[in-house]
C-alpha cells in the first residue's frame, strides 16, 4: 500500500476509470473526509476484513498483481477508482468511517480482479465497463439495505437490484467513451449474465 498523496497525478493518456460515484448522504467531501494518517490506517485494517483477504487469495493464485503497489490513499472527486496500470485508489477525503474503507476496497477490487482474470477486458466498451460494475455494487454490499437506508432510498422490495443497477450507471455513464443510453443498454444487455456472476464468491458475500 502507498501511503502517498495522489491527488495531484495526472496521467498522460486518458484513461478510463471505473470510479465508484459518492451518493449525496455517502459523500463526506464537504466535511473533509478523514485525516490521511487515519485512512492510511483504515486501509491497512480493511486489508485484514476477510472478503478482501478472499480477493487478494484469488488474485494472487491467478498471477494478478497485489498489494502493496496496488492500493493507494488518495485525494479525489470521488470515493474511489481503479484504473488498468494504476491499480486502486481509496479517496480518503471521502471516507468517514471504517465501513466505508472497506466497502470501496472491496468494489475497487472487484474491478482490479475483473480486469486481471478478465480476457480481453476493455474498459472503453460500455458492456464490458458495465459488466464490471454490477459485479463491483453487487458483491461489494454497497447495496446492502442498511447503506440504502443511509441514503433516504427506504424501498425494500427490490432495491437491491434497482440499487446495483443505479450505481452502476452513475460510473458507466461518467466512462467517456459511454453516452447516458449506451450505457443504460450496455447494462440491461449484460444484467442477467453479470448479476449472476459472483467469482471468486460462490455467491454474493
Ligand atoms: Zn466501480
Redesign the pocket.
Known amino acids: 500500500m502507498a501511503a502517498e498523496h495522489g491527488g495531484g497525478d495526472k496521467p498522460a493518456d486518458v484513461r478510463v476509470e471505473?470510479?465508484?460515484s459518492a451518493e449525496p448522504r455517502g459523500a463526506a467531501a464537504a466535511t473533509g473526509g478523514m485525516s490521511q494518517e487515519d485512512c492510511v490506517a483504515g486501509i491497512r485494517s480493511a486489508l485484514q476484513h476477510p472478503t478482501v483477504r478472499f480477493l487478494r487469495e484469488r488474485m494472487e493464485k491467478a498471477g494478478c498483481q497485489v498489494w502493496p503497489r496496488l492500493i493507494q490513499a488518495a485525494t479525489c472527486s470521488t470515493a474511489g477508482g481503479?484504473a488498468s496500470g494504476a491499480g486502486v485508489k481509496v479517496c480518503c477525503n471521502h471516507m468517514r468511517f471504517q465501513d466505508e474503507i472497506n466497502q470501496v476496497l472491496i468494489?475497487?477490487l472487484i474491478?482490479a480482479y475483473d480486469d486481471c482474470v478478465g480476457k480481453n477486458l476493455d474498459w472503453k466498451n460500455c458492456a464490458h465497463h458495465a459488466c464490471?460494475?454490477i459485479r463491483?455494487?453487487h458483491l461489494s454490499g454497497d447495496c446492502h439495505y442498511k447503506r440504502e437506508l443511509l441514503r433516504g432510498f427506504m424501498k425494500i422490495r427490490g432495491h437491491e437490484q434497482d440499487c446495483v443497477k443505479r450505481r452502476a450507471l452513475m460510473?458507466v455513464r461518467n466512462n467517456p467513451y459511454c453516452s447516458e443510453s449506451s450505457a443504460k443498454d450496455a447494462i440491461e444487455a449484460v444484467w442477467d449474465i453479470c448479476y449472476n456472476d459472483t467469482r471468486p464468491f460462490d455467491r454474493a458475500p
Open positions: 471505473a470510479g465508484s481503479y468494489h475497487e474491478h464490471s460494475e463491483a455494487n460510473s
